[in-house]
């Protein structure tokens, strides 16, 4: 894995760890939409990029999908009055059906044109970094303009204390919605990304998404307590360890065990980290 494809990847799924901030941090509710999410974007890109459609355009359908999937997952907790993780759960489980029947269990799309090719309107090639850096720092950005406006103000409220909506006429049902919405729309949007710059769709291939968004965010807080570069940085430097360990000569089938190790690993120096400042703020 070369240094540049760490790179990538980390960009990509800084996305999903943004996903992450948002359902665990903000609105406070796990959410396990992601897998599902992330291999339906993967799977309306690689149908779209297959039919030679822009594959620009299969960046806004997989937005849409993975919106729509995160709409699913809210209505089932706050209408049918799912336990969130049982809604999530749910949503997955119809996502992984709904991505087989669209593009079956395998799809290779290398041959096709991607987003990471020549832009039409300059006379050369934009490097895949470039391409995922912009579009990373876009989503960061949106979400941080989000998290600062009133909506945020609300989304964060919904988090922490949902019955205090009642005394602005709002309900929480509704942020609580909202805040899926975004969480799987951003996750779809990083599958299609991850379909495009690896040039293939897996069935499989979203298996350990959650894992790794969460060890990304983990990692960020480490770093900083706001949201910021810090999480696409941390992410980056997530893809960093999980290669280093690659490097080990490890066969590729125990890749998710690493990774759940590594977030063993995180979650010990996360709670460290915890005592040791609550000791210090008493000392």
């Known amino acids: 894995m070369g240094n540049l494809s760490i790179v990538d990847q980390g960009l990509i799924f800084s996305l ?3 996903a992450v901030y948002l359902t665990s941090r903000v609105i406070k509710k796990d959410d396990l939409t992601v897998e599902g999410s992330f291999g339906l974007g993967g799977a309306i890109t690689a149908v779209m990029v297959e039919h030679m459609l822009a594959p620009w355009l299969s960046l806004v359908a997989s937005l849409a999908v993975g919106a729509l999937a995160g709409v699913c997952t809210g209505l089932s907790y706050t209408r049918l009055k799912m336990n969130h993780l049982m809604a ?3 949503t997955t489980t119809a996502c992984f059906s709904v991505s087989l029947v669209i593009a079956s269990a395998n799809k ?3 041959e096709h044109n991607t987003i990471f090719g ?4 300059l006379p050369i090639n934009i490097t895949e970094v470039t391409v995922l850096a912009v579009i990373s720092l876009l989503m960061l950005l949106l979400v ?8 945020g103000l609300m989304l964060r409220a919904t988090g922490e204390n949902p019955g205090i909506l009642l005394h602005f006429g709002q309900s929480s049902s509704r942020f609580y919605v909202l805040g899926f919405t975004m969480a799987n729309a951003l996750t779809a949007l990083a599958g299609s990304l991850f379909v495009q710059w690896s040039g293939f769709f897996s069935i499989t291939g979203n298996i350990g998404t959650l894992v790794t968004g969460l060890a990304s965010l983990m990692v960020a807080e480490l770093l900083s307590k706001s949201i910021g570069l810090s999480i696409v940085i941390a992410a980056i430097l997530y893809q960093s360890i999980f290669a280093a360990t690659l490097m080990l000569g490890l066969d590729p089938v125990w890749n998710n065990l690493v990774k759940a190790l590594i977030m063993v690993f995180l979650v010990g120096l996360s709670s460290v980290a915890t005592k040791t400042g609550a000791g210090a703020r008493h000392a």
């Open 16 to 18: 999903v760890a943004m």
């Open 118 to 121: 020549r832009i039409t309107f």
């Open 108 to 110: 290779a799309v290398a």
């Open 88 to 90: 999530g759960l749910v």
């Open 144 to 151: 941080r303009k989000i998290i600062a406006s009133e909506i």
